[in-house]
């Protein structure tokens, strides 16, 4: 195992998507385990749902997000619990596991955490980029809601969610764009193995 980590790390972009895969999967797979064990009618863990039920608690943020969204946009709302938001005298939506936007989250943040940045760039980049996909997520759940209720029809028949990834994805391609394009990332690790590959050649020459 350390061999194939040491020779991995020979290789900056392989290196970089190894990385990747493995933190996207600690996300995203531990955001999946921890929704299976905060639910009363599954493998239920009081202890998982007192401490680390990071997913109700960005519900409860997305409902009141949403709330303060549409009062803006001149429409009463109240909320129920199992994370409902209704507008008075009219009809709601409720904010389901596959609405928080974990798998995205997830995305984001294993590719700045898989980078060669300084930790204090990461962090910077890493909640930046997670508050904007929170409120794409806002946007996202007050428009439904007033959609609902003013019977509009969504755009070109393409479901909300759809809508949204495209939304979310759009801005996290052109974040790590920018990203790039301020650190070089990327490309300081494509220009690490063109080196190597160089220096390698120059020695078998000069053998």
């Not at 909320?79 to 409902?84: A, G």
Request: net charge positive.
């Amino acid at each position: 195992m350390k061999n194939l980590i040491r020779s991995l790390r020979k290789h900056g972009f392989i290196w970089f998507v190894f990385k990747f895969l493995c933190l996207f999967c600690i996300f995203y797979f531990g955001s999946l385990a921890i929704i299976g064990l905060s639910a009363r009618d599954g493998y239920y863990s009081p202890f998982v749902s007192k401490y680390f039920d990071v997913i109700s608690w960005i519900s409860h943020s997305l409902v009141w997000g949403t709330k303060g969204l549409v009062y803006l946009l001149g429409f009463e709302t109240y909320t129920l619990p199992n994370f409902i938001i209704r507008i008075t005298g009219g009809s709601g939506v409720r904010i389901a596991y596959d609405c928080v936007g974990y798998g995205v989250m997830s995305f984001w943040a294993a590719f700045i955490l898989a980078t060669a940045a300084s930790g204090k760039s990461k962090l910077k980049w890493m909640i930046g980029g997670l508050v904007l996909l929170w409120s794409i997520n806002v946007i996202r759940i007050g428009l439904l809601l007033i959609a609902y209720n003013k019977k509009w029809a969504m755009p070109f028949g393409i479901d909300h969610h759809t809508w949204f990834n495209i939304a979310a994805y759009g801005a996290i391609f052109l974040m790590m764009y920018f990203f790039d394009r301020k650190y070089q990332i990327l490309q300081l690790n494509v220009n690490s193995l063109k080196d190597k590959d160089t220096r390698n050649i120059q020695l078998k020459t000069k053998k």
